[in-house]
């Protein structure tokens, strides 16, 4: 038996006045999807525990089947393990993004205008925080470069307990209120505020706004954390695993995990992914040894996060008619039984354009077994109408490999 979680980050929904009052769940064409779910489980799962903030840090880490109460330090420090970064245990990292603000006043009275720089480049953002690097390191101050906009600053000795807030949390909003707090709130805002003053001009920006692109004019920190101790996914449930992702963060989950990290060439972490790309990579390797693979596609959650609804769809039906078209094809053609649980970690509805804490639909199917519960679709509505609810998100996975 073969293994997969298809997970579609931030996929779920709520109503769209735009779409009818449907969702973008139940606006896509997912013959695919369709025709698996009168002969599949499908029902709603908390995948973040009450009290816990509705992070793809959370809520991936609940659905690959870790309780976030036990192992949850904070965001930064997955990313920081997947960037190759050596952490000490008394080292404390942020997540460092690369953000566009607006506004001619005093940086506190600045709009957070994009989160993500549009979307920059990973080279011209290399050039960014390594220029920035120049200038800021030091005093245990490590500034390291990542993917796109997400990139890491280590600090030494450091330590937590600050409020940070997710800058795809403020899109559109004045940054006054949402600025660093707690005892290195000042060190924080000013680095935040240097950066402002030496990437507004740089050549990297000028040509972006020539370009009609949005610059990285700043950086913004959040997601403070220190090295976890994570459970071995292989110990726990006697398999090989796999991760497939393009953002560090479930990378570096997989990573602490014991999981096989497979990189995929021309992955985005948006609707330009190479969808193809990951599913095939997946079955390769589940025809090559592994047990189980868990394929993370961001593009819905970045889709939600720029209240984009045209694109959010567009990623669900690459999932339905691409993904898990490709798992199931080649997996039959090969004559491998499989289970396949298809799931957001968490819904991120385009009218709010940030995560939310309600539960997610999933679905759970097999080729060995009938496990309708009478849903006619896969759709938030549908998963609600069946009455299925699982309270733990760190379970879902233990009812998707009890198949066999």
Known sequence: ????????????????????????????????????????????????????????????????????????????????????????????????????????????????????????????????????????DGNGYTFYPGISYRHCLVVENGETGHDLTPPHDISDKKITAYLPKGKNADIYIGFMKKSYELLRDHPVNKKRIAAGKNPANSIWLWGEGTKPAMGDFKAEHGLKGGVISAVDLVKGIGMLAGMKVINVPNITGNYDTDFLGKANAAVDELLGGLDYVYIHMEAPDECGHHGDIQ??????????????????????????????????????????????????????????????????????????????????????????????
Request: proline share 6%; charged share 25%.
């Open 311 to 404: 694109h959010k769809i567009y990623s669900i039906e690459q999932i339905d008619g691409v993904v898990i078209k490709t798992l199931i094809d080649r997996l039959s053609a090969a004559g491998e039984d499989y289970a396949i649980l298809v799931c957001p970690d968490h819904p991120t509805p385009v009218k709010c354009k940030t995560h939310v804490s309600d539960p997610i639909p999933y679905m759970i199917y097999t080729n060995k077994q009938n496990l309708s519960n009478g849903a006619s679709r896969y759709t938030e509505r549908e998963a609600e109408k069946t009455g299925l609810y699982l309270p733990e998100g760190n379970k879902l996975i233990a009812r998707l490999l009890a198949i066999k």
């Open 1 to 136: 038996m073969k293994y997969v979680t298809v997970l579609g980050d931030g996929m779920a929904d709520w109503a769209i006045e735009k779409l009818g009052g449907k969702t973008c769940l139940e606006a896509a064409k997912t013959p695919v999807i369709d025709g698996l779910a009168p002969f599949a489980e499908i029902g709603l799962c908390k995948t973040v525990p009450d009290g816990m903030k509705p992070g793809s840090d959370v809520a991936n880490m609940s659905v690959m089947g870790f309780n976030p109460k036990n192992y949850y330090t904070g965001r930064s420090p997955l990313e920081a393990v997947s960037m190759g970064i050596r952490l000490n245990p008394t080292d404390v990292t942020l997540r460092c993004n690369l953000v566009t603000l607006s506004g001619d006043g005093q940086y506190e009275d600045m709009v957070m205008a994009d989160y993500s720089a549009g979307e920059i480049t990973t080279a011209e953002a290399a050039e960014l925080i390594n220029f920035l690097k120049t200038k800021l």
